[in-house]
């Protein structure tokens, strides 16, 4: 019912930026949050990021935290992950998820809260 598709990722040399963006298609509703996930290989998914679909809360893993920002525009279905300072640690490939509830009860740093998955943008930062 919900498509996510992302887009943005790339090669990078360390200490760049790049902005990815998940754009949803289908019908969503306002309590839906959204956030972003990734996984280098022989990693597991990790949590980064996630926003509130109507309140703008934002939260993020410790490893990002000042380097990344969260964003939406509801209007364009979308949410973005600027990443700035690019780490090679950073390299992964980069999931943007969504769900239903509200942000502030639910685990939004676990997977299994998110019901829809877009099928990744890898992102390569190069020392």
């Known amino acids: 019912q919900v498509q996510l598709v992302e887009s943005g990722g790339g090669l990078v040399q360390a200490g760049g930026s790049l902005r990815l963006s998940c754009s949803a298609s289908g019908r969503t509703f306002s309590n839906y949050l959204m956030g972003w996930f990734r996984r280098a290989p022989g990693n597991e998914r990790e949590f980064v990021a996630a926003v509130s679909w109507t309140g703008g809360n934002t939260y993020y893993a410790d490893s990002v935290k000042g380097r990344f920002t969260i964003s939406r525009d509801n209007a364009k279905k979308s949410v973005y992950l600027q990443m700035n300072s690019l780490k090679p640690e950073d390299t992964a490939a980069y999931y943007c998820?969504?769900?239903?509830?509200?942000?502030?009860?639910?685990?939004?740093?676990?997977?299994?809260?998110?019901?829809?998955w877009g099928q990744g943008t890898q992102v390569t930062v190069s020392s």
């Open positions: 998820a969504g769900g239903r509830g509200s942000i502030g009860y639910v685990d939004k740093f676990s997977a299994s809260t998110y019901d829809y």
